[in-house]
């Protein structure tokens, strides 16, 4: 063996071998670069509002960067002098990881609609006081009929509003043996994300029948009469609209 | 002669399966294009449920894959010999109070006390401060305040809750002491390619993506599950037990369980479900932060066999005495 050669394998392998592209670390920089891109996309698009509430949107931004910053440290370190190999398996697990990105990507935007409502819990009468000093003045809005109906007190200051003009934005959504012309204004408040939305309802009464279907986005205008454990709007106006760039309420 | 200025080569097939992961995403696209679940009701509620817990835990899971990474190698080993000097009976709730200073979610807690563990801190005051860090944090206690707040229920809500989870984490704790990391953590099949030679950036990063794409792939399972039971399981069939005393408590934990809620929001949910007392409102709201689906998959991925059903005895007996109690008293 010639003594050039000799020198060199006695020196650390990573300094004989030139460096080059590690299969494993390509493919986990593709996963940290979905994820960055899909975070960027979100704050882009605007369709964060579909995901999260406005008190945990600041994840997204937050999650951008990191992620950027760590997409950024792993292709700085792309090349090795010992690839790593990429196993079926790994491929697989890094596929997995990526595929809620490609789905959330490839999905046009949609909101919780009338499906969920029938299957998640809606606020309901309870005995506790919540905002209820908000609903005695003002305009009263779908988050004022929130905390009424989830407060006893409150229920009691909306009561008082009965006969006082209001207009709601939600979807529609029908209960089964309702008439033709009543339907259910329905919108999601949500604390964190979609997982936690709760449902508020009002009964639409006097809507022009059969001219809206379940799901689609309305505006009603009309006099409000709290009835029991229920909110009645007596319409007077009620429109198609546009689904908002929110489309839940936060609590 | 080997010419050893070339690199050693990858396995054959390494770039073959770079590219058919490549070419799988891009059919899975295509696919979901051709479905269309916009049509079907059940499978868009089910992608935006789906997509919502993701979108919401993946940046704490980033976020404790850096602190982990950090903790890897920067932190030295003796770092946490002061911890062990401690006398043995404080050592669990200093651990479990320190989780009082780690504001995410109980997602990022999982591969912080996973490289604590792994680093020389006993496992038992590392799976302590895990269990305790999504309760006892100042935002989870805040919006627990905020949920219950001008309720009669309030303070045995928030302080019932902390007390509740820091007993609970200790137990845990308790029964996992003298056990060895070694016999605790699972071993990672993927950790060898985390050892990374270089500079400490280098290694930093080969940790942070590491410790990123093993969490993040049993995160993804455990959301895909949590968001088909929220999908295809009415939440009104649980209130026919709410009456029922010991039922309603355990119908409440294995709500928790299912709906796999971020501790940071999961009180607003718990306050809607007036029809239960106060015991099994605050049985959601310990039991849920520390067992639900998708940490039973984190759990099972990163822990050896048999921890995740020793929490879930643990944790649910604590939990479920606890509540009894409280209820008993408060209720």
Redesign the interface.
């Given at each position: 063996m010639d003594r050039a050669?000799d020198t060199?394998?006695d020196r650390?392998?990573?300094r004989?071998?030139?460096?080059?592209l590690?299969?494993?670390?390509?493919?986990?920089?593709?996963?940290?670069a979905s994820?960055a891109g899909?975070?960027w996309f979100?704050i882009g698009s605007g369709r964060?509002s579909?995901?999260?509430s406005s008190r945990?949107d600041w994840?997204?931004p937050?999650?951008a960067i990191?992620?950027t910053a760590?997409l950024a440290?792993?292709l700085?370190?792309l090349?090795?002098?010992?690839?790593?190999?990429?196993?079926?398996r790994?491929?697989l697990?890094?596929?997995?990881?990526?595929?809620?990105v490609?789905?959330?990507?490839?999905?046009?935007p949609?909101?919780?609609?009338?499906?969920?409502a029938?299957?998640?819990?809606?606020?309901?009468?309870?005995?506790?006081?919540?905002d209820a000093g908000d609903i005695s003045s003002g305009e009263v809005t779908l988050v004022d009929v929130a905390s009424a109906l989830?407060?006893g007190e409150g229920m009691q200051q909306l009561t008082k509003r009965a006969g006082a003009e209001v207009g709601f934005v939600g979807f529609v959504t029908r209960d089964p043996g309702m008439p033709a012309d009543e339907f259910l204004l329905t919108r999601f408040l949500v604390?964190?994300?979609?997982?936690?939305a709760?449902s508020i309802q009002v009964r639409v009464v006097g809507a022009p029948p059969g001219r809206f279907e379940a799901d689609q986005w309305v505006r009603a205008e009309g006099l409000l009469y709290p009835l029991g454990g229920e909110v009645i709007v007596d319409a007077t106006l009620v429109e198609g609209v546009p689904r908002p760039d929110r489309p839940y309420l936060n609590? | 002669m080997v010419d050893?200025?070339?690199?050693?080569?990858?396995?054959t097939?390494?770039?073959t399966?770079?590219l058919?992961?490549?070419g799988?995403?891009a059919l899975?696209?295509l696919v979901?294009?051709a479905i269309d679940?916009?049509r079907i009701?059940?499978l868009?509620?089910f992608?935006?449920?789906?997509?919502?817990?993701?979108?919401?835990a993946?940046?704490?899971i980033?976020?404790g894959?850096?602190v982990s990474a950090g903790i890897e190698v920067f932190v030295p080993a003796r770092a946490f010999d002061r911890m062990a000097a401690l006398p043995k009976p404080l050592q669990l709730p200093v651990a479990g109070i320190a989780g009082f200073a780690f504001p995410v979610c109980e997602c990022g807690s999982v591969p912080v006390a996973r490289r604590l563990a792994a680093k020389g801190l006993s496992p038992a005051a590392a799976v302590t401060f895990m269990l305790s860090a999504p309760i006892l944090n100042p935002i989870v206690i805040a919006?627990t305040y905020v949920?219950?707040?001008?309720?009669?229920t309030l303070w045995p809500m928030v302080l019932g809750r902390s007390f509740l989870g820091l007993m609970a984490a200790m137990a845990v704790g308790w029964v996992v002491a003298g056990r060895s990391s070694s016999e605790i953590l699972r071993p990672r099949p993927?950790e060898?390619?985390h050892h990374?030679?270089?500079p400490r950036?280098?290694s930093?990063?080969?940790h942070?993506?590491?410790d990123?794409?093993f969490m993040?792939?049993y995160l993804?399972?455990g959301?895909a599950a949590?968001?088909l039971l929220?999908?295809?399981?009415?939440?009104?069939i649980i209130g026919s037990v709410a009456d029922t005393p010991v039922l309603a408590l355990v119908a409440m934990m294995g709500l928790a369980f299912v709906?796999?809620?971020?501790s940071?929001?999961?009180a607003?949910?718990a306050?809607?479900?007036?029809q239960f007392g106060v015991g099994a409102q605050l049985a959601f709201l310990v039991f849920g932060p520390m067992v639900d689906t998708k940490l039973g998959i984190l759990y099972s991925a990163t822990f050896s066999k048999g921890f995740f059903r020793m929490v879930v005895l643990v944790v649910g007996t604590v939990t479920l005495m606890g509540t009894l109690w409280i209820e008993v008293l408060v209720g």
């Open positions: 050669l060199r394998l650390p392998a990573e004989v071998h030139r460096a080059g590690s299969p494993v670390r390509v493919a986990s920089a593709l996963a940290l994820w899909l975070f979100l964060t579909l995901y999260l945990t994840v997204v937050v999650g990191v992620l760590a440290g792993r700085l370190s090349r090795t002098a010992r690839p790593e190999a990429l196993t079926r790994e491929a697990a890094i596929g997995l990881t990526i595929l809620p490609v789905t959330v990507l490839a999905l046009p949609a909101s919780l609609g009338s499906f969920a029938d299957r998640r819990s809606s606020l309901a009468s309870a005995g506790f006081s919540g989830r407060s604390s964190c994300c979609a997982a936690d709760l609590s | 050893l200025a070339r690199p050693a080569p990858p396995r097939g390494s770039w399966n770079v058919l992961l490549g799988g995403l899975a696209a979901l294009r679940p916009g009701a059940g868009q509620n992608f935006i449920i789906f997509g919502s817990l993701l979108i919401e993946v940046p704490f980033v976020m894959a850096v919006s949920a219950y707040r001008g309720r009669d993927d060898e390619h990374e030679s270089g950036w280098s930093f990063a080969g942070l993506a590491g990123f794409l993040g792939r993804v399972i959301a949590a968001a929220q999908t295809f399981v009415p939440q009104s709906l796999s809620l971020c940071e929001s999961d607003f949910v306050a809607s479900f007036v």
